[in-house]
């Protein structure tokens, strides 16, 4: 329960906001490119629309990734490069199911985010990639070049 009108008001107009009905297709719809397949979650967090929109997206939650990934297999299914840099992502298993939805993807952007285990890489088995980005993850401090932990 919320004491003061203004901070209940706002509250209800977020909710509003959160639960517009396809408005994460339509965002999702906004930075896909058909032509190359490409669909763009870079910073999700901090992106302009939904900042505009006061919409926070917080892209390193599973629940939340588990729904891109549901709009993706139902919407997407030619995705062919997905990036996902500077998002905060710790978490890569919540990405496994795209193996089944999306054979034709072979590139995935993961750079700068919060992934602190190689292993976590192991989620990504399944994929058909020829090209990942992984720079600026914790874990990469870990070795003296990328072909330590790219196989």
Same mark, same amino acid.
């Given at each position: ?6 901070? +209940?008001? #706002? ?6 906001k @959160?639960?517009? $009905? ?12 058909? %032509? /190359?397949?490409? @669909? ?11 900042? #505009? +929109? ?7 939650? +599973?629940?939340? *990734? ?9 919407? &997407? ?5 997905? &990036?996902?840099?500077? !998002? ?5 298993? $919540?990405? +496994? $199911? @795209?193996?089944? =939805? =999306?054979?034709?993807? /072979?590139?995935?952007d993961?750079g700068?985010?919060? *992934? ?13 990639? %020829?090209? &990942? !980005?992984?720079? #600026? ?12 932990? &790219?196989?």
């Amino acid at each position: 329960m919320v004491q003061e009108k203004e901070v +209940a008001d #706002e509250l209800r107009e977020c909710s509003r906001k @959160l639960s517009a $009905p396809d408005g994460d297709k339509i965002f999702m719809g906004k930075n896909y490119d058909p %032509t /190359t397949g490409t @669909l763009n979650l870079n910073k999700v967090y901090y992106h302009p629309d939904l900042k #505009e +929109a006061g919409v926070v997206i917080p892209l390193n939650r +599973a629940l939340v *990734i588990q729904h891109v990934v549901q709009v993706i297999k139902e919407n &997407i299914p030619g995705l062919s490069r997905l &990036i996902l840099s500077d !998002n905060r992502l710790s978490q890569l298993e $919540p990405f +496994a $199911p @795209l193996a089944k =939805c =999306c054979p034709n993807l /072979t590139y995935i952007d993961l750079g700068k985010n919060k *992934i602190h285990s190689v292993t976590e890489l192991n989620y990504l088995k399944g994929l058909n990639l %020829t090209e &990942i !980005n992984l720079d #600026e993850n914790p874990f990469c401090d870990d070795y003296r070049d990328h072909n330590s932990y &790219i196989r």
